[in-house]
């Protein structure tokens, strides 16, 4: 079955430092990539998603680029803020007609110092 | 507000309890998604009604059941409880075919 995998955090960074997450998927045919925040406390938002390969998702400053070739789906930003600290998940949803569950990743905790 | 509502918020219950817990998806969205969260399995999808019928099923426990309404409301029924059973439980719903999940603010569930 489809399965996500992503770096085992957590993670700890100073501010305006680099940020690289790295989530590689298992899934047949060409799923959908999702990266999803939860700060504190919240419920799981949106941050950005990549329906097909080389589609490259953004969204306040964080990217990530659908690889097909290396199944991989690496979640980056170039200057990280205290703001950002924050549980991140990857995610995919499998290929079909759009309504296909989420398979999560385990999240990777991520802080930021100032 | 991400458009899906959750209810309640926080729920305290005893072992062997019964509860249920509500979801209205986004307005517009047929599918809606049960996952619960736990800080030793993660994410972990229970299952999935679109209009009213039950689409997939995941990691549901025989003690838990869930139903989709006319109006598309979704309640998550979750019976002899157990302290193991206490976990964050999100509701999401989506709009086929525009590849968007968007979750409510969840029911924290803690079983004493």
């Known amino acids: 079955g489809n399965s996500v995998t992503q770096m085992e955090g957590p993670v700890t960074l100073s501010e305006e430092a680099f940020l690289t997450i790295n989530c590689t998927y298992t899934?047949?045919?060409?799923?959908?990539l999702f990266w999803y925040v939860q700060y504190p406390g919240e419920g799981l938002q949106l941050l950005l998603k990549?329906?097909?390969?080389?589609d490259k998702g953004s969204n306040k400053g964080f990217e990530a680029t659908y690889r097909k070739e290396t199944t991989s789906f690496h979640l980056e930003k170039g200057s990280v803020q205290v703001s950002d600290s924050a549980v991140y998940f990857c995610?995919?949803?499998?290929?079909?007609?759009?309504?296909?569950?989420?398979?999560f990743g385990k999240g990777t905790k991520l802080t930021v110092n100032p | 507000d991400s458009g899906v509502t959750q209810t309640p918020k926080h729920l305290i219950t005893a072992t062997g309890q019964r509860v249920t817990l509500r979801c209205s998806p986004r307005s517009g969205d047929l599918s809606v998604y049960w996952y619960q969260q736990s800080l030793d399995q993660g994410l972990q999808f229970l299952i999935q009604?679109?209009?009213?019928?039950?689409?997939a099923k995941g990691n549901i426990l025989e003690r838990f059941s869930a139903q989709q309404f006319p109006d598309l409301h979704s309640e998550l029924n979750l019976s002899s409880l157990e302290l193991g059973d206490s976990a964050l439980y999100f509701c999401?719903?989506?709009?086929?075919?525009?590849?968007?999940?968007?979750f409510g603010s969840g029911t924290r569930l803690t079983v004493v």
């Open positions: 999401a719903s989506n709009t086929e075919g525009i590849y968007g999940y968007t």
């Open positions: 899934a047949t045919g060409y799923p959908s």
């Open positions: 009604y679109y209009n009213g019928e039950e689409r």
């Open positions: 995610a995919l949803s499998g290929s079909g007609s759009g309504s296909e569950k989420l398979v």
């Open positions: 990549a329906t097909k390969a080389d």
